[in-house]
């Protein structure tokens, strides 16, 4: 789902806001979550799950034209951890799937 996919929905399933007024809380948030995470502050919504920070140590890489090593810097990644909430109910839909989906080469 792209980001004004997101702003559609919530358009038509509450239908008290105006897109631009859906579209401008949305950024609104995305930006408050970034410049958050950009101060390295954790993030988290109960139920949902946490964003953080994760760092990645420097280290050697290869270019894959070339072949040959190149130096990586260490670096910092969002790194997002679901809520059991949302684990959950990912697990049950994926369920219902899986049971609709036989014999698609899923455990």
Same mark, same amino acid.
């Given at each position: 789902?792209?980001? =004004?996919?997101?702003?559609? /929905?919530?358009?038509?399933?509450? *239908?008290?806001?105006? #897109?631009?007024?859906? $579209?401008?809380?949305?950024?609104?948030?995305?930006?408050?979550? =970034?410049?958050?995470?950009?101060?390295?502050?954790?993030? $988290?919504?109960? *139920? &949902?799950? #946490? &964003? =953080?920070? !994760?760092? @990645?140590?420097? /280290?050697?890489?290869?270019?894959?034209?070339?072949?040959? =090593?190149? #130096?990586?810097? *260490?670096? &910092?990644?969002? !790194?997002?951890?679901?809520?059991?909430?949302? /684990?959950? @109910?990912?697990? $049950? $839909?994926?369920?219902? &799937?899986?049971?609709?989906?036989?014999?698609? *080469? /899923?455990?």
């Amino acid at each position: 789902m792209t980001k =004004s996919e997101l702003i559609e /929905r919530i358009v038509t399933h509450q *239908g008290l806001l105006s #897109s631009k007024d859906v $579209e401008l809380a949305i950024k609104t948030m995305l930006e408050q979550m =970034s410049q958050c995470l950009a101060t390295g502050d954790r993030i $988290e919504i109960r *139920g &949902f799950g #946490s &964003f =953080s920070l !994760h760092y @990645r140590a420097p /280290r050697v890489g290869r270019n894959p034209k070339t072949g040959q =090593s190149v #130096s990586l810097d *260490g670096k &910092f990644v969002p !790194h997002f951890k679901p809520g059991k909430e949302l /684990r959950d @109910r990912v697990n $049950e $839909e994926e369920d219902e &799937f899986d049971s609709e989906h036989r014999g698609d *080469g /899923r455990a």
